[in-house]
Every structure is written in structure tokens, then in C-alpha cells.
């Protein structure tokens, strides 16, 4: 088991680079991408820039203002905004103290991992749940590949779309 510290105590009281009275601490770092917390004291900033990577930037208490582009807007405890790759970016406190996660995945979208997990698709025999694999099945056995695939969900075999409606389900 791996324990990571962070919070009062573990940041790095210089905070990351072009900071100004924010404190941070790097939770996880690897190819997959990056996890810190960040902690903006009254009147911190994260000064403009932009990055290569896509990043979420999650505020989990207090609250301060953010600018993606040419907009600004607040931000509050319990609310987040992506920084998309490429576009000028920073987050700042007024009045307020301000704690957040900043989650940076590589690149500009999921091109850079598809591929890594691989899924398998198992067919199921005669009385076998969903999830349970048959007692004695030999790994791999009735595998087949399965494809990145996008849609929605379809409506139960045999309703109507006013049937579907009257439910209150989405068309």
C-alpha cells in the first residue's frame, strides 16, 4: 500500500513555478500525467500561462477567479474548469483563500493512450452471471477483441418513443 501526503503541513511553501502565494504539493506525478493540490492564500495568483497538456483544475474549498482565454469567471468549492492545451490559463484570490487539485493529462486529448488497455469481451455460457467467469474457463478462452466504440443507450426492446417519453426517459 502507498500512502501520498498532502494538505497543512506537506506542501512546498514556495508553491510551483509562476506562482504567487499559492503552496503546492505533487501527490503523483508519471507519463499518465500529473496531480497536485494546490493552496491560494488571500490575494495568490497562478500567473498566465499555457501548457501542452489538457488540466482540470478542481476547487474543493474557498474560492477565487479563473481565466481560460479572454473569459473569467468565479469559481467556487465544488466546481471545476479545463484548461484545454494550448490556451492561456491562470486562477487567482481576492478576498478569499482558495484549495484546489490540478489533474494534467498528456497532450490535448486521449490520443496519446488509446490503445494502452486493451478490453476483452467474454461470451457467456448457459447460466453464467455477467462478471463470474465459469469455474475451470482457461484464460483467454472465448475471448474476443473488443473496439472503442461511441453512442447512446437504446430504449427497452418493444417501447415507443411516447412510451419512452411517459417514463420520463431521454429520446
Do not use: C, K, Y
Amino acid at each position: 500500500m502507498e500512502i501520498r501526503r498532502f494538505g497543512v503541513g506537506h506542501r512546498r511553501p514556495d508553491g510551483p513555478p509562476n506562482t504567487i502565494g499559492v503552496a503546492g504539493q505533487v501527490i503523483h506525478a508519471d507519463a499518465r500525467g500529473v496531480i497536485a493540490e494546490l493552496a491560494f492564500a488571500r490575494r495568490a495568483s497562478l500567473e498566465p500561462h499555457s501548457n501542452p497538456n489538457t488540466t482540470w483544475f478542481l476547487v474543493i474549498e474557498g474560492g477565487g477567479w479563473v481565466r481560460v482565454g479572454d473569459e473569467v469567471a468565479r469559481l467556487a468549492a465544488g466546481e471545476a474548469v479545463l484548461w484545454p492545451a494550448g490556451v492561456d490559463h491562470a486562477a487567482w484570490t481576492e478576498l478569499s483563500e482558495m484549495r484546489a487539485f490540478a489533474v494534467e493529462l498528456p497532450g490535448a486529448d486521449d490520443a496519446a493512450g488509446r490503445g494502452i488497455l486493451e478490453g476483452v469481451v467474454r461470451e457467456l455460457t448457459a447460466g453464467e452471471a455477467p462478471g463470474r467467469v465459469a469455474a475451470g474457463t482457461p484464460p483467454g478462452a472465448m475471448a474476443h477483441r473488443a473496439e472503442r466504440a461511441d453512442g447512446r443507450a437504446g430504449r427497452p426492446a418493444g417501447t415507443s418513443d411516447s412510451a419512452a417519453a411517459a417514463e420520463g426517459e431521454p429520446l
